[in-house]
């Protein structure tokens, strides 16, 4: 269905067409050797993104500009947007952050299942373990199974991994919000 304009507004596909649209082109690049490695994205083997998957598995980043983000050491941190600020921050030695968060270890945990989960591989219960020093059925047992009950999330004990389903997929801000 084609994208129009109608009385000054975008007119959208319905629902379901988008869902057929979806599983079309998710069909075809599958087909064309891609793999759905995160949520929304594809790529080739060995051509994911290393920028976007750092973010998703909770790893440090510098953000260097105006606007930009960065994470340290538990702390996001964002940068001031305007350009004349920046420079004149930077000239004085002053700080160039407009916003700084420091996640507390629940906040880290929480964080860390939703944007794993984010990925094909999904949730690693030994490296949540082995980055928190707690099992993750202690902190999110009762979310977990609530997920697993509803068929939105697979817990592979064989494997020690945690992922979205198919439908999961779908609903993945439902299953998020089960972590917030």
Same mark, same amino acid.
Request: hydrophobic share 35%; glycine share 4%; aromatic share 14%.
């Given at each position: ?5 109608k ?14 649209m979806?599983?079309?082109?998710q ?19 060995g ?6 998957? /750092? ?5 440090? *980043?510098?953000? !260097? %500009? $105006?606007?930009?983000?960065?994470y340290i050491?538990g702390t ?9 600020k ?17 996640l ?9 299942v939703?944007?794993n989960l ?11 373990? /082995?980055?928190f020093?707690?099992?993750? *059925?202690?902190? !999110? %047992? $009762? ?14 004990k ?6 979205l ?6 609903v ?9």
């Open positions: 269905m084609p994208f129009y304009l009385s000054g507004f975008l007119s959208l596909c319905d629902e379901d067409t988008e869902y057929q979806r599983e079309l082109l069909n075809y690049l599958k087909k064309s050797g891609f793999n759905k490695y995160e949520i929304s994205n594809f790529a080739k083997a051509f994911e993104a290393i920028h976007n998957t /750092n973010y998703w598995k909770q790893e440090e *980043y510098i953000g !260097f %500009g $105006v606007h930009s983000s960065s050491l996001r941190y964002k940068n001031i947007d305007s350009i004349e920046y420079i004149e921050n930077i000239t004085n030695g002053n700080d160039i952050s407009c916003e700084k968060v420091h507390d270890k629940l906040d880290l945990m929480k964080e860390y939703m944007l984010r990925l094909s591989s999904g949730v690693n219960i030994n490296s949540f373990y /082995n980055k020093s707690t099992s993750i *059925y202690d902190v !999110f %047992g $009762v979310e977990i199974k609530k997920l697993v009950d509803l068929e939105l999330i697979t817990d592979d064989l494997n020690n991994t945690i992922y389903t198919k439908r999961g997929a779908e993945a801000n439902i299953v998020f919000q089960e972590f917030v």
